[in-house]
């Protein structure tokens, strides 16, 4: 039987079994007795079981904030550098047809080419 673990969930249970061994209980030991030998009841064990997955979930939020906070500020320059190249080609594309470019060049290109010579 296979079972899907997360890499933290493995972690978890890896070095839950590597600390249970260092402190000398038995690594198959169920949540009540392990309440017990910690001198705690079985409902503080999970609770406070569930306020270290809180305190988890909030330092990768954080992380995560900030890896978001990140790729907006980079994805704000990145918007800014296109709208002002969009700003430059307006400004060049109005200035070819204030002074005519195209046409220059469409005469330019319709005109029979020079001999040297």
């Known amino acids: 039987m296979s079972i899907k673990l997360t890499k933290e ?10 600390i249970l ?10 949540v009540k007795t392990l309440c017990q030998e910690a001198g705690i009841s079985r409902k503080t064990g999970y609770q406070w079981a569930n306020e270290n997955i809180v305190s ?8 995560l904030e ?5 790729h ?7 918007e800014k550098e296109a709208d ?5 080609l307006d400004c060049r ?4 047809e204030i002074h005519g470019v195209d046409d220059w060049l469409s ?4 005109a029979k080419p020079r001999k040297n010579g």
């Open 21 to 30: 061994r260092e402190k000398g209980l038995d690594p198959n030991m169920d």
């Open 56 to 63: 988890d979930l909030s330092e990768k939020n954080k992380c």
């Open 66 to 70: 900030s890896k978001l906070k990140s």
């Open 107 to 110: 005469k330019k290109k319709s």
């Open 93 to 96: 594309e109005a200035a070819w």
């Open 9 to 18: 969930e493995l972690a978890t249970i890896v070095n839950g079994r590597r």
């Open 84 to 88: 002002d190249l969009k700003f430059k």
């Open 72 to 78: 907006e500020e980079k994805c704000a320059a990145v």
